[in-house]
């Protein structure tokens, strides 16, 4: 099988939490970067990572990179491209581009050079100038950074935070992606209790209950590299079938309450079409009457901020109830993503380390409480 330089692109903040989940997979030689975790690998590392990677956006594959000044260098660099062992005759050729920091700055521009090489590659080795353009996807992307063109071809179609799980979104809700990540950072282990009180559609709670059960994230989705000819379509049934017998029957500790009816049932069909409604306990309630007997727990939440939610006055009033409430649970951990910026001043304590994060564009930081283990 033919190696690759593979991408594993990443929100901005989770780089780190993206290379702890490769070398978990078993990948040890990783290049992290910027919004980005580079290894090598073939197609079914392809296949294993688009199934397992719980905090991953997509992945791509690196084709090449080289200098591009101008249109010339730009195409000559696309043309040498080996693109006809990539693209069949039949595939569908849809380029996207970026560009920053560089003399090559219009991006329709350079979408059409690229395409143009493509296309010529491909007359050269199918002997045809007319394409139908009719078969499997592949789209490419040329990202102009500095003068330095980097060419990839997108194997996951859909970004991968796109479970499946979620139609109702409810009213602000977390990337998946970025929710496994909250998951990973507040090192939960799946015999500790586990409770959201502002569960809102559910998806921390969710994440974690996939995580503890084993499941693959990408289990229940489609991927472009599915439809693509010679090994694929053999590899996602092989890689698809053993994720299935890697679930886990596990006794989870998951609690999930929030203070809107509405949005609690969304957050329970979403748990169902994950396959995990079992696994959590959803209890409409509002934060003020969230109490425990237990002596470790801990709570990883994601309140409302503002500026998705609510007015500042009432932001501020439900982060001052935060610090009362969770203040009695003395010998728990606790984990807030919020973009205010003076959360920590109202909630009465400063956290044992924050982390910038990005909600979508939105900048949050998430705030940690670290208790006993
Ligand atoms: C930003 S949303 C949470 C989004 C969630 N992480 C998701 O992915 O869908 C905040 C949630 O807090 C809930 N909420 C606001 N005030 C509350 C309170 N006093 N008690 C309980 N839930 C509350 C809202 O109903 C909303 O669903």
Redesign the pocket.
Known sequence: MPMFDIIAASAFGLESVVAGELRRLGYSELTVENGKVIFRGDESDIVKCSLWLRCAERILIKLASFKAKDFEELYQGALNIPWENMIPENGVMHVTGKSVKSDLYSVPDCQSIVKKAVIEAMRRRFHRSWFSEDGPLYKIEIALYKDIATITIDTSGAGLHKRGYRQD??????RETL?AGLVYLSRWTPERILA?????????VIEAALMGRNIAPGLKRAFVSEDWPGNWKKLWDRYRAEANSAIKEVNLKIHA????RK?LRK?KDNAERAGVEEDIIFQK????EFSSKKKKGCII?????GE???GEKEVIE?YR?MGQVFSSLETWSFFILTSYRDFEKIYGKVSDKNRKLYNGKIKCRFYQYFGPM
Not at 257 to 260: A, G, K, L, R, V
Not at 301 to 305: K, Q
């Open positions: 979104a409810g009213k602000a809700p977390l929710a959201d009180p502002m569960c809102g559609s559910g998806t921390i309450s929030d203070i809107d949005t957050a309630k509002p934060l003020e939440t994601n309140p409302s901020y998705r939610l609510g439900l109830k």
